[in-house]
């Protein structure tokens, strides 16, 4: 086996079996599974009992159909006097009264408590109110309830058609899935930039402070090294990516009856083959750009406590083009999206989503991607000449003052 599988196996085996590398993935099973079971969480550990409502009916016609219990909302229809109803409302038997009664054939509604309704059961129970209210004026049209409910219930079937043959256009399904997978993207792509960023400029960092490459050069070429630093933690980076795949896939489908995969099905089958392709391609090349920039980064620090120095600049970037993506998910189609999905370093993050929420041409994404392998290749050139260079200097100050000393030492 060559030197530089074998030190690409050194790493990759080293950093594999690491607590902090199955911790990461736990994290993000985690995270992701947080998201999509919230509402099985929040009925488990947050599930409050049914909101009890008295409802005294002032109209001359019968309503109750119009307020069916559900299981945040218990409806019961008292015949007593008010004040009755209220004093049981004073003891606590119900969260409150609401009296009803029509005004210009519409309905008006009174709520009252005694302990203040929280937020979301205010919201719940004017929500209900208010599509009771809504079904009540059809009704005096002299419809029924059922033909009242598929009139508030229709909704138009709306597809979309470009003119432009360079384009396609979307439907509003299409630009929302595209929304929700091109926002895991750049979640996936910010987390891993960062994870991975981090851990080959201190790795490189840790071993020019200690000495360790010194001996190593010795008998390995720094280009070699180079190589090898990026390949194992890249390698490494794969596996955590199919690693979280499968095991997300596994509880999608196994938990609940399967009932979250075809959510994801869903959202796959709104997706078009263009965009999940370019999505994995960004993802891959933009961690390789991070990869090489850590790489030297680390290269040009003397000793590990002066890592997180220099790689703040790259994580800044990492930040920026983020809440860029954040901040585009309510607009996409801002000048703002449109720029930072051309620069290399923040277009990994923000491309997927033009691609995804927007009708844009095919020109456009091939021409961000090409943009962001050719600042690959040209750092890659760069980082190669300068880390020949700079791994073995030694030097203090600032990051600019160490490139100055390297430039100065070696030419």
Do not use: C
Not at 40 to 69: C, G, H, P, R
């Amino acid at each position: 086996m060559s030197k530089f599988w074998l030190l690409v196996k050194q790493l990759y085996v080293q950093k594999v079996k690491a607590k902090s590398f199955i911790f990461s993935i736990v994290l993000y099973v985690a995270v992701i599974s947080g998201v999509m079971f919230w509402s099985d969480i929040k009925e488990a550990f947050f599930q409050e009992d049914a909101l009890k409502i008295a409802l005294i009916n002032e109209t001359d016609v019968e309503i109750e159909a119009l307020f069916e219990s559900t299981s945040d909302i218990q409806f019961t229809f008292p015949t007593d006097d008010v004040e009755k109803v209220e004093e049981q409302v004073i003891n606590g038997e119900f969260s409150a009264v609401i009296f009803v009664e029509d005004q210009d054939n519409s309905l008006t509604a009174e709520i009252a408590t005694f302990e203040p309704l929280t937020f979301n059961d205010q919201q719940s129970l004017s929500a209900t109110l208010q599509y009771a209210g809504k079904i009540y004026e059809v009704q005096q049209l002299n419809l029924t309830a059922e033909e009242a409910n598929k009139i508030l219930q229709s909704e138009t079937n709306i597809t979309m058609k470009s003119l432009d043959e360079s384009t396609s256009g979307k439907s509003e399904d299409e630009k929302a899935a595209g929304i929700g997978a091109s926002f895991l993207v750049g979640f996936l792509i910010y987390s891993f930039v960062m994870t991975f960023l981090s851990m080959i400029t201190t790795d490189v960092a840790s071993e020019k402070g200690s000495r360790v490459l010194e001996v190593l050069l010795a008998s390995v070429k720094p280009a070699t090294h180079f190589m090898a630093k990026l390949t194992g933690t890249f390698l490494l980076a794969l596996t955590q990516i199919a690693t979280l795949l499968v095991v997300q896939g596994l509880l999608f489908a196994l938990i609940d009856g399967g009932s979250k995969w075809e959510v994801v099905q869903e959202l796959v089958n709104e997706l078009s083959y263009s965009f999940i392709g370019y999505s994995v391609a960004f993802l891959l090349i933009t961690i390789i750009l991070y990869l090489i920039l850590g790489a030297l980064l680390g290269s040009l620090v003397s000793k590990v406590e002066e890592s997180s120095q220099a790689m703040m600049p790259a994580m800044m970037v990492g930040v920026i083009g983020f809440y860029v993506l954040i901040s585009g998910m309510a607009s996409p189609d801002t000048m703002l999206i449109k720029v930072f999905s051309y620069i290399p370093f923040t277009s990994g993050m923000v491309m997927p989503l033009r691609i995804g929420a927007t009708d844009i041409s095919s020109f456009e994404p091939i021409l961000s991607m090409s943009i962001l392998i050719g600042t690959v290749i040209l750092l890659f050139l760069l980082s190669l000449s300068f880390y020949k260079r700079s791994v073995l200097t030694y030097s203090s100050g600032g990051i600019i003052q160490k490139i100055k000393t390297v430039l100065k030492v070696t030419t």
